[in-house]
């Protein structure tokens, strides 16, 4: 393999992004990473070379520059979010290749001028869904005809497909709870939880994860009278949130503008049955064989998938089993190892004038 470079806003995170950026980086043998937000103190993450900035963009790119110093024709550069691919014009400049990765709301924008130039150089543009994919084409109609591939992602294999339906009805969302990422669908769970309750006496929604926006959020679970009802867990470590994922009957994520949805495949790779919106969470749950896929905000309709899930744990428990499935056959690590290389390794698309 030819040496690689990782560009990367986060990388030793929880967030989709660090995973990303894990995820990528562990394809080469030979990789350096230059990590955004990452301190400059951390020089090596497995068998990486680091080279951290501190959170500061001039000392991003001053890293970027000097990685660039030593790289020809058959460097291999990747940057994982589209924000931080005007910083590979350096490389490209020195006759590196340049693969972007399309993850979510950032390419869901106009693009800046900068950013165009970055992706008119770059060799290979890969969207992490197709829903990601349409949506950057239809506010940059520049790149309607240009080749985009898509890359559904993976997570390492775990133990999973022990049932639930035994256990106290309870649905489980994780996500970050962020003043402006509101979108992960916190709120419209919160409004239909005592309809939920209604209909399944008992019923628990489990949160995980935490942000500025959790205590608005606790207030008005407070005020919708669901004490008792709603428990919120805060961060947890990987081991509590396995445990998490095994207790509950369902893992529910109303998210209207996921760009992929790691939570949905860490649901799935535990045998758990998913209620998602329409979208990327569609690539990822078959409506009616893994999960249940609902209209974005649709409150009924939302409020009706959970009830059947939680109201029959043996149905759950099937269509939990199927996930488990789908995810041994489509969204493991290796899965996505074989997708991405398959991309990288295959001839550069010619590019369009």
């Known amino acids: 393999?030819?040496?690689?470079?990782?560009?990367?806003?986060?990388?030793?995170?929880?967030?989709?992004?660090?995973?990303?950026?894990?995820?990528?980086?562990?394809?080469?043998?030979?990789?350096?990473?230059?990590?955004?937000?990452?301190?400059?103190?951390?020089?090596?993450?497995?068998?990486?070379?680091?080279?951290?900035?501190?959170?500061?963009?001039?000392?991003?790119?001053?890293?970027?520059?000097?990685?660039a110093a030593t790289a020809d024709p058959q460097t291999m550069v990747i940057a994982v979010h589209l924000h931080l691919a005007p910083?590979?014009?350096?490389?490209?400049?020195?006759?590196?290749?340049?693969t972007t990765m399309l993850c979510g709301i950032e390419a869901w924008k106009p693009l800046t001028w900068i950013q165009r130039a970055?992706?008119?150089?770059?060799?290979?543009?890969?969207a992490i869904s197709a829903h990601t994919r349409d949506r950057f084409r239809a506010v940059n109609a520049q790149f309607a005809d240009r080749?985009?591939?898509?890359?559904?992602?993976?997570?390492?294999?775990?133990?999973g497909g022990v049932?639930?339906?035994?256990?106290?009805?309870?649905?489980?969302?994780?996500?970050?709870?962020?003043?402006?990422?509101?979108?992960?669908?916190?709120?419209?769970?919160?409004?239909?939880?005592?309809?939920?309750?209604?209909?399944?006496?008992?019923?628990?929604?489990?949160?995980v994860g935490d942000g500025d926006d959790r205590p608005r959020l606790e207030d008005k679970a407070h005020a919708l009278g669901l004490n008792g009802r709603v428990a919120f867990l805060g961060r947890v470590d990987d081991e509590s949130l396995a445990r998490e994922y095994e207790r509950c009957t369902a893992f529910v994520m109303p998210s209207r503008d996921e760009g992929f949805g790691f939570v949905f495949v860490e649901a799935m790779r535990a045998a758990r049955a998913c209620v998602a919106s329409r979208g990327a969470a569609s690539e990822i749950v078959v409506d009616g064989e893994s999960g249940l896929v609902v209209s974005p905000g649709d409150r009924g309709e939302l409020t009706r998938a959970i009830v059947r899930l939680l109201a029959d744990g043996v149905e759950a428990d099937r269509m939990g089993a199927r996930g488990r499935q789908r995810f041994l056959r489509e969204f493991t690590d290796g899965h996505f190892r074989q997708r991405f290389m398959a991309i990288v390794a295959s001839p550069v698309p010619a590019l369009s004038e």
Do not use: Q
């Open 1 to 67: 393999m030819p040496p690689a470079i990782v560009l990367t806003p986060n990388l030793a995170g929880r967030d989709g992004i660090s995973r990303l950026a894990r995820l990528v980086a562990g394809l080469f043998d030979a990789v350096t990473i230059v990590a955004l937000h990452e301190p400059a103190a951390m020089t090596a993450f497995e068998r990486a070379e680091v080279r951290g900035a501190d959170g500061r963009t001039s000392r991003f790119v001053a890293a970027a520059v000097r990685a």
């Open 87 to 98: 910083a590979a014009l350096a490389f490209t400049a020195r006759g590196a290749s340049l």
């Open 118 to 126: 970055a992706l008119d150089r770059a060799d290979r543009l890969i």
């Open 147 to 159: 080749m985009i591939d898509v890359c559904h992602l993976g997570v390492e294999d775990a133990r």
């Open 163 to 207: 049932g639930g339906s035994d256990r106290a009805p309870s649905a489980l969302i994780v996500g970050r709870m962020a003043s402006d990422e509101r979108y992960k669908g916190h709120d419209l769970l919160l409004d239909v939880w005592p309809d939920v309750v209604r209909e399944v006496p008992g019923a628990m929604l489990r949160i």
